[in-house]
């Protein structure tokens, strides 16, 4: 990855992760007394938007807080990594995004997701980015926004010729049509980014395992998607195009917390993606990254940098 610093436009969710640990999950009515409290900037959009800075990139993230003190946090929190936050929008009358876990003595959680901003990113905001987009080698985009949002950003990537990544994640605001089914938009991304139960939902397949992925990714690919990663977890990665399909097999590293794998995968597979162009090489290198934000506990501090990719790659040792 040497050369001009690549630049990556991330369009994702921005939250803030509220962890508190007690002796047990409280019962409707019960209340109980937190051991520990921690609260750290996450969601899709940082996190991947951390990973490819990371990994060298000139990084610019479009995404919405609140005008609360979590958004402040957010915004300071990115700066810290190099992420420009001039893109990311302020909605005043809302809060910022927030993920609040409790998770008790047994290590077992619950959890619940408070959208907030994220659901008030507008079209027209995405179109005063334009620019951005338009200067990108790549853009990122995670789907869980407001639907017309992420529709304008994949028709604003294109017309600009900038490759387009998309997690078709199930967008905030769902628009008419069977659940699971995805929006006919998101088939002109270049590259489709979906977990495996993911893909086989989206095409109507009955079971969900690696001897499925080969044919759900040429489903995809059928359906006007140029390439499909479908990330299978420990099992590794497929890379199916209209060349072929081609199975990429996980780092094997002791896990500690799986928490920001598909960030790390996202992320790292955009970075090397904007300098190489080439999908099977960048598969590889977000696959290392992935794994290797496995082996420490958190979400954007167990990200890795470029040095621990590559070294990863070399070695196959942690």
């Known amino acids: 990855m040497a050369g001009k610093t690549p630049r990556v436009v991330v369009i994702g969710g921005t939250y803030i992760d509220m962890a508190i640990r007690c002796s047990q999950i409280p019962q409707p009515g019960q209340s109980l007394s937190g051991s520990a409290l921690s609260y750290t900037v996450a969601g899709p959009g940082p996190s991947q938007a951390v990973e490819a800075a990371l990994c060298g990139c000139e990084v610019y993230l479009i995404s919405k807080v609140g005008g609360d003190p979590f958004g402040q946090m957010a915004r300071a929190g990115l700066a810290e990594f190099g992420v420009n936050t001039d893109l990311v929008y302020t909605a005043e009358a809302k809060n910022t995004g927030v993920i609040v876990t409790l998770v008790n003595a047994a290590g077992e959680n619950g959890s619940c997701t408070y959208t907030g901003a994220n659901s008030a990113l507008t079209p027209q905001e995405i179109e005063a980015a334009e620019q951005t987009v338009s200067q ?41 049509g069977r659940p699971g089914e995805l929006p006919i938009e998101y088939f002109s991304a270049d590259i489709l980014i979906p977990n495996l139960y993911e893909a086989a939902e989206i095409t109507e397949q009955a079971t969900a395992n690696v001897h499925t992925a080969k044919l759900v990714g040429s489903d995809l690919v059928a359906r006007g998607v140029r390439c499909a990663v479908i990330t299978m977890g420990r099992r590794g990665c497929m890379v199916v195009d209209r060349t072929g399909a081609d199975h990429i097999p996980a780092f094997e590293v002791e896990m500690v917390d799986q928490t920001c794998r598909g960030d790390a995968f996202a992320g790292a597979l955009a970075a090397c993606y904007a ?24 979400s954007i501090e167990s990200l890795p940098t470029k040095a621990e990719i590559i070294q990863l790659l070399q070695t196959g040792e942690t």
């Open 275 to 298: 300098v190489s162009g080439d999908i099977r090489e960048a598969a590889k290198f977000a696959s290392a990254a992935g794994a290797l934000a496995c082996t420490k506990f958190g």
């Open 136 to 176: 990108a080698n790549v853009c990122l985009i995670h789907g869980r926004l407001p639907h017309d949002a992420i529709v304008t950003a994949l028709r604003c990537a294109q017309l600009h010729g900038t490759k387009v990544i998309l997690n078709p994640a199930k967008p905030i605001q769902q628009p008419p």
